[in-house]
Structure formats: C-alpha cells, structure tokens
C-alpha cells in the first residue's frame, strides 16, 4: 500500500512510457553452393555467378543495410524516409526493430559476345520452402503483378508533403530498380535492383528463378532463343537485443 500511495502522485502529474525491447534486426540470404551439381555457377562475397561462354548473370540478395547505403539521404529520417526499399531508420513501436519492406536482389547482365541478351524484369518469380510463389514488383500501376505505383499510392496520404515523398520514392524506383525493356548489347553491362514482398518469418529458404532470359532475337526483335536460371539461397535472421536508455524512464509530458 504504501507503494501505491508514492505512485499515485506520480500517475496523476504524468504519464509513463515505456519502450519496447529494441533489437538489431537483420534478414539476410546467402547463396547455396551448387557449383558441384551445375558448374555454370560460381559464388563470390554474397553473390552467385551464372556463366555461360561470353555470358555472366551476377545476383546479389541486398540486406537493408546495403540498401539504405544506396540511397543515405533518403534513408534516415524515421517514418518520413523516402528510400522505396526499406523503411529507413525507422524502428516499428510493436515490433521493436525496423522490419524489411522488400525482398531485393541486384541483377547485373555482362554481355560479351551475344548481339544483344535481354532479362525480363517482370518475369521472375520467388518461391519460398514455406508454399509461397512471389511476383516481382514492376513499376507502373499497370504492371502485371505487383506495383511500385500502387503500392505507394495505396499507404500516400493527401497532403502535399505525402505527394513529395511519394514523387521522390517513385523517383528512387526508376533510378536503381531494373528496367523494363533493356536489351544489353555486346560489350556492355546492365545492373538494376529486382524486386519481391518481404518473406514470412519462418521461411529458411527461397529459390529465385529467372524466366525466359533472351539469348537471341529475329529479325523482328522476338525471342528465338531462351533461358531460365534457377538460384537457390538459405536465409538467416539475427536478432541481438539492445537496451533502450528509456526504458522505465517517466514522461513528465502531460498525458
């Protein structure tokens, strides 16, 4: 009872607030090694390699780390982060850590002797050991699956500062993501993000399958000559608690 009566005044001038357990939270995927079974693949500092004569398809999984070092001013302002991939450096109240928004990969194409090769970036698909078969993001509302502009229009508000963010996460989108139509002729390179929903927790694997990759064209620009490239990868999620300096700390904002 006495207890009681030392917190009542503290109850009726404030309110206590305390903050969650926060934690370092980070998703990543890491490459099967596979190169016994298939020796067109080769891996390399988090990345896997598919390599035909004069031909290399380099996959990288991102980590939201790697992501907001892409785009650093538009990753460090909470909830107000622009950055189209993460949500920044905002940490979700319930959860306690910043989730991932996305799952992304970076694909880069080399192109050494092939006239011309083409990866569509609305053909790929993800499939997760948990049932799951993912659609990769396009980036205008008609896009045949999933949609930056959609996604974004759908959670931007009506003032006017919601339409600057979404212009410039829409920016963002077609500055890094991987385009569609882009035929890489000899000698040249391509490299783009591509893009997926973020997995269920309890997904420990996912295999990425590239569809219909163009190796050659006709006269009249239609595909004579594809591919597909299945990659597999293993996820690992870490989670390392840190300690709030609030936690059990009195507001004495009025409440």
Known sequence: MRALAVMLPILAGGCISFSPTLFNYETRLTPIDESDVD?????????????????????????????????????GKGFFSTNPYTYGDWIDPLLGHTPNRFTVFRVTVTNDIYAKVMLDPLKPVLRTDRGALLNSYGIPSFSPHQSFERYYRGIRGQSGNEFYRFDLRMGNVRSTAYLEDVKVFKGDSYSGLL??????????????LLRDFVLKFDASEQPIETIDITLNFDRRISKIDKVSESEGEFDDDEG
């Open 39 to 75: 020796t067109r693949l080769t891996l390399e500092e988090g990345s896997v390699t598919y390599a035909l004569e004069g031909l290399r398809v380099q996959v990288e999984p991102m980590t939201d780390e790697q992501l907001n070092a892409i785009l650093p001013d538009d990753s």
């Open 195 to 208: 893009v997926f929903d973020s997995l269920e927790e309890e997904v420990e694997q996912v295999q990425l």
